[in-house]
T-cell receptor, first 113, second 114 residues
Framework: GQSLEQPSEVTAVEGAIVQINCTYQ??????LSWYQQHDGGAPTFLSY??LDGLEETGRFSSFLSRSDSYGYLLLQELQMKDSASYFC??????????????WGAGTKLIIKP | NAGVTQTPKFQVLKTGQSMTLQCAQD?????MSWYRQDPGMGLRLIHY???????DQGEVPNGYNVSRSTTEDFPLRLLSAAPSQTSVYFC?????????????FGSGTRLTVV
């Protein structure tokens, strides 16, 4: 069956770097996305990886290795406002909810001063 | 630039009542979807639409109906509310379902069924 695994919680210090991992098991693969969600808010799109390698957007970077069914989100120069939940989502194949996005359970990022 | 607008923001229903959650987008997106989010869980897809007049079921469609008569609107109907439908509901839209353009989410509807 289809599944996405990501850590439930990660703690880091303000100004540091943190990596949130995501491993997936799907019958097909058409891209890995990352979303941020603050408590009580809606998810907001951060990045997308369709091919292997690193995508950089400001302080955030996302990496994909299709051969390892693995990706990560890297947050640099952490700020208190980065405290949120981060979700990975994979677009699977026809047997994975008919090509729709499959979502991980989310990683709660706690930042300490 | 409203984006995706959901109404209401909060709702309390009694078991057995029906209601419609409204969702409208002004970005001319073809793809729209409804998700529910329960504590400690990721988003679960209820129904989706790839264009006006076209809808399909997601992972958890039971107890919900949708219709897509225009590109802009995608209402979600709860037929007979049950306590198990207590959740936060999000509507999302995108240029396509591929995920590559990112989904834009509404602010959510927090539904409690008593």
């Amino acid at each position: 069956g289809q599944s996405l695994e990501q850590p439930s919680e990660v703690t880091a210090v303000e100004g540091a770097i943190v990596q949130i991992n995501c491993t997936y098991q799907t019958s097909g693969f058409y891209g890995l996305s990352w979303y941020q969600q603050h408590d009580g808010g809606a998810p907001t799109f951060l990045s997308y990886n369709g091919l292997d390698g690193l995508e950089e957007t400001g302080r955030f970077s996302s990496f994909l290795s299709r051969s390892d069914s693995y990706g990560y989100l890297l947050l640099q120069e952490l700020q208190m406002k980065d405290s949120a939940s981060y979700f990975c989502a994979v677009r699977g194949g026809p047997m994975d909810s008919n090509y729709q996005l499959i979502w991980g359970a989310g990683t709660k990022l706690i930042i300490k001063p | 630039n409203a984006g995706v607008t959901q109404t209401p923001k909060f709702q309390v229903l009694k078991t057995g009542q029906s209601m419609t959650l409204q969702c409208a987008q002004d970005m001319n997106h073809e793809y729209m979807s409804w998700y529910r989010q329960d504590p400690g869980m990721g988003l679960r897809l209820i129904h989706y639409s790839v264009g006006a007049g076209i809808t399909d079921q997601g992972e958890v469609p039971n107890g919900y109906n949708v219709s897509r008569s225009t590109t802009e609107d995608f209402p979600l109907r709860l037929l007979s509310a049950a306590p198990s439908q207590t959740s936060v509901y999000f509507c999302a839209s995108s240029y396509s379902s591929t995920g590559g353009y990112g989904y834009t989410f509404g602010s959510g509807t927090r539904l409690t069924v008593v």
